[in-house]
Antibody, heavy 119, light 109 residues
Framework: EVQLVESGGDLIQPGGSLRLSCAAS????????MSWVRQAPGKGLEWVSV???????YYADSVKGRFTISRDNSKNTLYLQVNSLRAEDTAVYYC?????????????WGQGTLVTVSS | SSELTQDPAVSVALGQTVRITCQGD??????ASWYQQKPRQAPVLVIY???NRPSGIPDRFSGSSSGNTASLTITGAQADDEADYYC????????????FGGGTKLTVL
């Protein structure tokens, strides 16, 4: 059974940093695309970042240069390092598995971890 | 980056059929996927590709596409279908970046 379990969310001051983790089971993170999607309180879904099986990374313009996606194959875990946090980064961050191609989709989602940026 | 546009809210009478639409230039090149999100829950994939349902999704959910518009149709809406629905597709820049629509809140009357 595929499972994604996020952790690491917290209340953090503007300008601070956090590392979000996503422990995967039921499949191998290094064999597929993995992605982060976030949702600000009361708002819609926003794509944040993706890492390919080969390790290539891509980011939304809103987080480029501040966020870094990575993975630890030995732990089968995905990460999102979030730096220089702003109030507008406050959101639930979901870890997802992404299937690419012309019929792309996020087929599995974690339960989310809440990041609150506030002084 | 491209954008996907959805109506903010749609309502349907119990047992009737409702169509939720999503418009955007990326849909001319890529299929949409659709996600159902209930309050305080993670989104769930309900439709992807031409008209594919993941295991466990009822067959009253279906998808279609024409030009720059993708549609999610619920035939015989149930009270349990009341939720927010989001469309998604790859961006037009031919890398694995992605874009979501703003979401449609479905009310079942």
């Amino acid at each position: 059974e595929v499972q994604l379990v996020e952790s690491g969310g917290d209340l953090i001051q503007p300008g601070g940093s956090l590392r979000l983790s996503c422990a995967a089971s039921g499949f191998t993170v290094s064999s597929t695309y993995m992605s982060w999607v976030r949702q600000a309180p009361g708002k819609g879904l926003e794509w944040v970042s993706v890492i390919s099986g080969g390790g290539s990374t891509y980011y939304a313009d809103s987080v480029k240069g501040r966020f870094t996606i990575s993975r630890d194959n030995s732990k089968n875990t995905l990460y999102l390092q979030v730096n220089s946090l702003r109030a507008e980064d406050t959101a639930v961050y979901y870890c997802t598995r992404w299937k690419g191609g012309y019929d792309s989709r996020f087929d599995y989602w974690g339960q989310g971890t809440l990041v609150t940026v506030s002084s | 980056s491209s954008e996907l546009t959805q109506d903010p809210a749609v309502s349907v009478a119990l047992g009737q059929t409702v169509r939720i639409t999503c418009q955007g230039d990326s849909l001319r090149s890529y299929y949409a996927s659709w996600y159902q999100q209930k309050p305080r829950q993670a989104p769930v994939l309900v439709i992807y590709g031409k008209d594919n349902r993941p295991s466990g999704i009822p067959d009253r959910f279906s998808g279609s596409s024409s030009g720059n518009t993708a549609s999610l149709t619920i035939t015989g809406a149930q009270a349990d279908d009341e939720a927010d629905y989001y469309c998604n597709s790859r961006d037009t820049t031919d890398n694995p970046s992605s874009v979501f629509g703003g979401g449609t809140k479905l009310t079942v009357l």
